[in-house]
């Protein structure tokens, strides 16, 4: 048990389709942020939301829209994605933004397949 | 700019040592990680070293930094069939931030 939560866990979807990726953490976090992982690639850092505002969005195509509604829950919205999209897309969190050491606890991850 | 490097493919025999390497470019980095991920998995932080630590020792694993080349390594003492996995190198930019850039990963295989 990591302490965040990522729904689901797996998801397929058609280009044409609008979906939801949920993160929750129960944590007391302040900053939560959505990674990408792609095979044979870095994690990418997509977003980053530091005590519910968007403080970074690492030039991320507008197909994908952030909602950070509390400190405790992260939402990322797809809409007429590509197959090139497909990925683990990691949520994480940490205690205080911008301190020299906050360690981030990461979710499981929802593995997309975009078709 | 900011470039995290690491070797993608480690496999050794259970019971010996293993050393996984990381190059990064940032030299404003101040904090150094590695994370480790299994299959299916999320990231778990494993350890990490700042940035005017030359060495440090958390029971099986020890970190190594070269900071005037860049060098970061994890060895694993002892390792086990559980720790094949894949591990992260990051490091954290600009100081002061949340910002994590990350390496390719290593996949780790370890075989009895």
């Known amino acids: 048990e990591t302490g965040v939560t990522q729904t689901p866990r797996h998801l397929v979807m058609g280009m044409t389709n609008k979906k939801s990726l949920k993160c929750e953490q129960h944590?007391?976090?302040?900053?939560m942020y959505w990674y990408k992982q792609s095979a044979k690639k870095p994690l990418e850092l997509m977003f980053v939301?530091?005590?519910?505002?968007?403080?970074e969005n690492n030039s991320v195509p507008s197909r994908f829209s952030p909602e950070c509604p509390n400190s405790s829950h992260l939402f990322l919205h797809l809409h007429t994605l590509q197959p090139e999209d497909s990925a683990l897309y990691l949520c994480?969190?940490?205690?205080?933004?911008?301190?020299?050491?906050?360690?981030?606890?990461f979710g499981q991850g929802t593995r997309l397949t975009v078709v | 700019g900011e470039d995290v490097e690491q070797s993608l493919f480690l496999s050794v025999r259970e019971g010996d040592s293993s050393v996984i390497n990381c190059t990064y470019t940032?030299?404003?980095?101040?904090?150094l990680y590695w994370y480790k991920q299994e299959p299916g998995a999320g990231l778990q932080l494993l350890t990490y070293?700042?940035?005017?630590?030359d060495m440090k020792q958390d029971q099986r694993l020890t970190v190594l930094l070269n900071k005037k080349d860049k060098h970061l390594s994890l060895r694993i003492a002892d390792t086990q069939t559980g720790d094949s996995a894949i591990y992260f190198c990051?490091?954290?930019?600009?100081?002061?931030?949340?910002?994590?850039?990350f390496g390719t990963g290593t996949r780790l295989q370890v075989f009895p």
């Open positions: 994480a969190s940490s205690l205080t933004p911008g301190q020299m050491n906050t360690e981030a606890f």
């Open positions: 944590l007391g976090h302040n900053a």
């Open positions: 939301y530091n005590f519910k505002e968007q403080t």
């Open positions: 940032d030299s404003s980095s101040t904090y």
């Open positions: 070293i700042f940035s005017n630590m």
């Open positions: 990051a490091e954290k930019v600009p100081p002061g931030t949340d910002k994590l850039i």
